[in-house]
């Protein structure tokens, strides 16, 4: 069974481009008339992304949608569409399988290619290999496609077909709202033909293990620990018997696509709010960012090890720390060291679940999530999140809550805020603010666990910005440069700075900019634009929604 063409069609429109999805043009607009490109150029840029796709979790390709949405269609003759149509198998080895619609959009013919994940490695006729990384098409190594492929070859649990379920067993309520969110309107067999999740057999719709997990009435039914087992303990420690401290614990349950948000709802109340000084006035802060721990417990759900039906994502919570345990190893390529370096590699044990949670909004690009829980935490002052894997399979991230950094270092840092440090960088400035100034190459590695090359290139780049410098030559010392740039009014608290280059470039905030810039809840966004307000930083202007902030000049 597949999902309607039309239906495909109107899914299209409400498509961005990403991990899953990607339009190609058949028009050259870089010079000052635009002209048809040679169908030739198109089918040689459609295999490289349908290449990449297949390499990684599959996807969906629009020919004749500009990169702006803008449909412009295809003014071919059908020999030159046909060249399109025959790229997948002619220009990659092996050749790909692929499914190719002709439709239309807006009046206006275009064609439409979709791919799976496929279990073989394709190279294109020039010698590449490709994978899809975010919305960008990388080139790999061979062999590091080969290992993640037969990760998955051995792990792939998602696409199993169970036998007894049927669509009875679908929750077709919760599928046909998640569908309306996603602006597709099709009959629920073909909204999970849509995304893989099922196929017709014998008049019947066959579905996957992902199918009954993300929309089924009773997932447990089909994984009996599918689960999110919530659990507070008194201290720092699990204790038993006698010390038993365990004061909260709550199962939580539910399809994957409201199970995240039923997690959200479940921990958010447990998570303590903290204060520190900030300039004019005390800031509120989460003992955890929101961002970190949430984006744990996504990529919890979405990448665990579902062949163990034994064990379900837990979340402990002690005095001084936050853990997310989630059943499984890593997926090759990926290793701890990739992680804790912050390298942005990806790798889906469940390709299908990781489609569904992108287009609802609980992901966003591939192999930034770890990345962006360690910024998060390091903006907070906080201690970098430990990445751990446990034997038995236990892949756990844990949030200290402790603070790493002092209010003074964090605003002393501010004056490199325009340089766009990275968070090592800003570590190891921290480091040499308590060490007279000054740090060596081999206390960036002991710091940052990185090795001599790596090291050696971020302090070349602190030295390009001008941050630090080498005073001797052949020395090993490097010192902080004092009169490093600073930004131009340094008095401003650490959240106007943050704000200034929205400020800049819309000439307002609202609350919601406010909520994404750093990362807070409405109700404490609301209360720093009031506070900035009264520090007379900014003005309010309006009333209720269409209430913004302007910058006092």
Request: hydrophobic content about 40%; glycine content about 6%.
């Amino acid at each position: 069974m597949r999902a309607k063409k039309e239906d495909l069609l109107a899914w299209i429109l409400h498509q961005t481009e990403g991990q899953f999805f990607e339009r190609k043009s058949c028009f050259d607009r870089s010079g000052v008339k635009t002209k048809l490109r040679p169908a030739k150029d198109v089918a040689k840029a459609i295999v490289e992304t349908l290449s990449a796709m297949a390499n990684a979790d599959g996807g969906t390709l629009v020919v004749g949608i500009e990169d702006d949405g803008e449909v412009s269609g295809m003014t071919y003759p059908e020999d030159r569409i046909a060249v399109l149509v025959a790229a997948p198998k002619r220009l990659v080895q092996p050749p790909m399988r692929v499914q190719v619609i002709k439709g239309k959009l807006e009046g206006k013919p275009v064609l439409v290619f979709e791919v799976d994940w496929s279990i073989e490695s394709h190279q294109l006729t020039d010698g590449r290999y490709l994978l899809r990384c975010d919305d960008k098409n990388m080139p790999f190594a061979a062999s590091d496609i080969e290992t993640l492929k037969e990760g998955k070859r051995r792990r792939v649990t998602e696409t199993r077909f169970i036998g007894e379920a049927t669509m009875r067993d679908i929750d077709t309520t919760l599928l046909r709202k998640v569908a309306h969110k996603l602006g597709i309107q099709a009959p629920p067999g073909d909204i999970l033909s849509r995304y893989r999740l099922a196929e017709g057999r014998n008049g019947k719709t066959a579905l996957t293990l992902a199918a009954l997990l993300l929309f089924g009435k009773d997932p447990m039914r089909w994984h009996p620990r599918c689960d999110i087992d919530f659990v507070k303990y008194e201290g720092t420690q699990r204790q038993s018997g006698a010390s038993y401290n365990v004061v909260k614990r709550e199962r939580i349950e539910g399809p994957l696509v409201t199970l995240i948000g039923k997690a959200y709802e479940t921990i958010r109340p447990h998570v303590r709010e903290r204060q520190r000084l900030v300039d004019l006035f005390f800031e509120e802060r989460f003992e955890y960012p929101t961002f970190a721990w949430q984006e744990a417990i996504v990529n919890a759900v979405a990448h665990r090890d579902y062949r163990y039906e034994g064990s379900s994502i837990e979340v402990w919570m002690f005095d001084d720390r936050l853990e997310i345990r989630s059943p499984g190893e890593l997926v090759e390529p990926v290793t701890i060291e990739h992680l804790q370096k912050r390298e942005r590699i990806h790798a889906s044990r469940n390709p299908r679940i990781v489609r569904v949670l992108t287009d609802l909004g609980f992901m966003r690009e591939q192999g930034e999530g770890i990345p962006r829980m360690f910024d998060a935490m390091e903006r907070e002052g906080l201690h970098p999140p430990e990445l751990l894997m446990e034997a038995g399979a236990i892949f756990t991230v844990a949030f200290k809550n402790t603070v790493a950094l002092s209010t003074d270092t964090m605003r002393w840092l501010q004056r490199f805020a325009s340089l766009d440090l990275t968070g090592n960088q800003k570590r190891i400035l921290a480091f040499a603010k308590e060490h007279d100034g000054a740090f060596t190459n081999r206390d960036y590695q002991r710091l940052i666990g990185a090795d001599i090359y790596a090291a050696s290139q971020d302090i070349k780049n602190l030295i390009r910005k001008g941050v630090v410098k080498l005073p001797q030559k052949g020395g090993r010392t490097y010192e902080v440069i004092e009169h490093a740039r600073a930004d131009s009014k340094p008095e401003r608290p650490d959240t106007y700075i943050a704000l200034e280059p929205t400020l800049k470039e819309k000439g307002f905030v609202k609350n919601a900019d406010i909520q994404k810039i750093l990362d807070v809840p409405a109700f404490q966004a609301n209360r720093i634009a009031q506070r900035l307000t009264e520090a007379g930083l900014l003005v309010s202007v309006g009333e209720k929604r269409g209430r913004h902030y302007i910058p006092r000049h």
